[in-house]
């Protein structure tokens, strides 16, 4: 086990980008980076963001006053309606959310596996990891309404709360303690599952990978042999990890604008901003590396290994006998007659 004042988050940065470059620019192949960009476009499913700039205006309260009053007697009039079209759209969302979650899921084995053998395949790891993928499916989902039952579960606390001063129509008290309290709730459990997220990327999955456990087991090991008695060096990896996020997030706001909102495109995206991927994904990788050699992914030297060329194997099935005076053996004597008995062997 790795010695906590030997685990840095600055010695992982150089050999991450060595890496990078290695993997993606040695050797450029545009098949192979548009390749290995659809597998981390399937990784990374579900977890895109965007950024919605306000656009400024007139004075618009009297118009947005007035269809407020047209469009509140409409539902009115068609409640039902309302209610089959926003249930039908809940139930999209969700099973556009499963979709995307079984996706990732196995997406994620895909393109780490990749990175560890320098290739760029789509068919055969979809196969292969077929059973990893859907256990952390089962897992994420199994944490996602885990997460929704405490939400409504704090909701409903601070409605049983602030009751009183919801039926006197008043902002009093008790309303702002619930408030305040369900907000300080929610965001704790926003921060749990940020860095629940970040060790199931980081580390539980490469420990799926290397081990073959399931998802819930290599969080048990994660906890037992990496998070014990290294808590503080996991702490500046976060930190890290959350620098690596802005300075990527600006870099793809930049090529975002520069292209025209091209590079935002799904897919696209993976496959514009590959090398800020791979960064990230070597990265912690070469961290991971740092627990011991068991651990140890990637090569260490400049560039990833490529993969074994298949080569003909060496000709020792058939042995031969080698004519005389070849390969540097000497010829063969000729036979010598047998001395006729009535002959003096002496002479």
């Known amino acids: 086990m790795a010695d906590s004042q030997n685990l840095s988050v600055i010695a992982p940065v150089d050999p991450a980008l060595r890496f990078t470059r290695g993997l993606l620019f040695e050797r ?60 039908a759209i809940l139930l999209l969302a969700l099973a556009l959310g499963l979709l995307f979650t079984w996706l990732s899921s196995r997406g994620k084995f895909m393109f780490l596996d990749n990175l560890v053998k320098g290739r760029a395949e789509v068919a055969d790891p979809w196969r292969r990891f077929q059973a990893p993928g859907n256990a952390l499916f089962l897992f994420r989902v199994g944490v996602g309404f885990a997460a929704l039952a405490v939400s409504l579960s704090v909701a409903a606390c601070g409605l049983l709360l602030a009751y009183p001063d919801l039926r006197g129509h008043r902002l009093g008290p008790r309303s702002v303690v619930a ?86 495109l799904p897919y696209l995206s993976s496959v514009a901003f590959l090398p800020l991927i791979v960064f990230t994904r070597a990265y912690s990788l070469y961290f991971l590396a740092q627990f011991g050699p068991e651990w140890r992914f990637l090569p260490e030297e400049t560039s990833p290994a490529p993969a074994p060329v298949q080569t003909a194997p060496a000709q020792t099935a ?25 002959e003096d062997p002496h002479g």
């Open 318 to 342: 058939a042995p031969f006998e080698p004519l005389p005076g070849e390969a540097g053996e000497p010829a063969a004597a000729p036979p010598v007659e047998p001395p006729s008995p009535h």
């Open 28 to 87: 450029f192949d545009l098949a192979k980076w548009f390749a290995l960009g659809f597998t981390a476009f399937l990784a990374s499913l579900g977890q895109g963001g965007g950024f919605n700039p306000g656009l400024g205006g007139g004075d618009r309260s009297r118009a947005g006053d007035g269809a407020s009053e047209i469009l509140s007697g409409w539902i009115r009039h068609h409640l039902a309606l309302v209610l089959a079209a926003g249930a």
């Open 179 to 264: 408030l305040c309290l369900g907000l300080f709730l929610l965001l704790v459990l926003a921060v749990v599952l940020g860095l629940l997220r970040l060790v199931v990327e980081d580390f539980v999955v490469p420990l799926v990978y290397r081990r073959g456990l399931s998802p819930l087991a290599a969080l048990r090991l994660f906890r037992d042999e990496m998070l014990a008695g290294h808590e503080g060096a996991l702490l500046l990896y976060v930190l890290a990890r959350i620098v690596i996020a802005l300075a990527a997030g600006v870099l793809v706001l930049l090529g975002t604008c520069l292209t025209c909102c091209i590079a935002g």
